[in-house]
C-alpha cells in the first residue's frame, strides 16, 4: 500500500523566511501530484497541480516539483507571511489506468510568526 | 462560479442513529469523490462517481457505510448505526472527467455521542 510521508509535521518560522515543504512516497507509481493548504475548521484548498508529464509548476510565491525517480515532492514558499499559516497537504493519484482518487500525506503544520 | 457546496455542515448525533450527508459537485464536473478525516488522521478516500459508470466503493471502511449519485449532480453519503469511531470531518470534492484536479467542498463535521 503506497505510503506518503510528509515532513516536517509542524514548522514554526518567522515573517520573510523562505521555506520548503517535503513529501515523500513509498511506491514511484504517481501519476498526477496535488498540493493543497487546509486552514482550520475549512476544506482544502488546492495550490498546484503536477500532471503526469509534468515536472514542476508555479504560482506566485509558490513553487511545487515532483522527482518521480526518487519519489519525492517539495513545495517551496518564498517570503513567507503569516497568511500562510495553514496546514499543506501532498495527494497523489495512481497511474492513468489506477484509482483516481488521491492518497493523502498527513500534512506539515506552518505556523509563520509576525 | 459556484463551489462545492455540503450540507450540514456540523451535524451531531447519538450512537446507533443514521445519517445523510450531502454534496453539490461544480456544475459540469462528472466526477465526484468523498473522503474523511478524523481527528488527528489524514485525509481517506471513501467512495468516486465518474458519470454513469459503477461507483469505487474501495474506500467504503465497512457495510454501514454507502453513497448515492444522481446522474452527474447530488450525492449523498449515509452511515447506518453510527458508532463513535465515526465521528470525522466527511469531505466531497469534484473534478471535470479528464481533468486532475479535484476541488473539495468545507466539509460536515459528523459528532457521534
Known amino acids: 500500500k503506497q505510503e506518503v510521508t510528509q515532513i516536517p509535521a509542524a514548522l514554526s518560522v518567522p515573517e520573510g523566511e523562505n521555506l520548503v515543504l517535503n513529501c515523500s512516497f513509498t511506491?514511484?507509481?504517481?501519476?498526477?501530484l496535488q498540493w493543497f493548504r487546509q486552514d482550520p475548521g475549512k476544506g482544502l484548498t488546492s495550490l498546484l497541480l503536477?500532471?503526469?508529464?509534468?515536472r514542476e509548476q508555479t504560482s506566485g510565491r509558490l513553487n511545487a516539483s515532483l522527482d518521480k525517480s526518487s519519489g519525492r515532492s517539495t513545495l517551496y514558499i518564498a517570503a513567507s507571511q503569516p497568511g500562510d499559516s495553514a496546514t499543506y497537504l501532498c495527494?497523489?493519484?495512481?497511474?492513468?489506468?489506477?484509482?483516481?482518487?488521491?492518497?493523502f500525506g498527513s500534512g506539515t503544520r506552518l505556523q509563520v510568526q509576525p | 462560479g459556484a463551489g462545492v457546496s455540503q450540507s450540514p455542515s456540523n451535524k451531531v448525533t447519538e450512537k446507533g442513529k443514521d445519517v445523510e450527508l450531502r454534496c453539490d459537485p461544480i456544475?459540469?464536473?462528472?466526477?465526484l469523490y468523498w473522503y474523511r478525516q478524523r481527528l488527528g488522521q489524514g485525509l481517506e478516500f471513501l467512495i468516486y462517481?465518474?458519470?454513469?459508470?459503477?461507483?469505487?466503493k474501495s474506500g467504503l471502511p465497512s457495510d454501514r457505510f454507502s453513497a448515492e449519485r444522481t446522474g452527474e449532480s447530488v450525492s449523498t453519503l449515509t452511515i447506518q448505526r453510527t458508532q463513535q469511531e465515526d465521528s470525522a470531518v466527511y469531505l466531497c470534492?469534484?473534478?471535470?472527467?479528464?481533468?486532475?484536479?479535484?476541488?473539495f467542498g468545507p466539509g460536515t463535521r459528523l459528532t457521534v455521542t
Open positions: 470534492a469534484s473534478s471535470t472527467r479528464t481533468g486532475p484536479a479535484q476541488y
Open positions: 511506491d514511484s507509481a504517481i501519476y498526477n
Open positions: 503536477i500532471q503526469s508529464s509534468q
Open positions: 495527494a497523489h493519484t495512481e497511474g492513468p489506468t489506477g484509482r483516481r482518487a488521491l492518497t
Open positions: 456544475s459540469g464536473h462528472t466526477a
Open positions: 462517481f465518474q458519470g454513469n459508470s459503477a461507483p469505487d
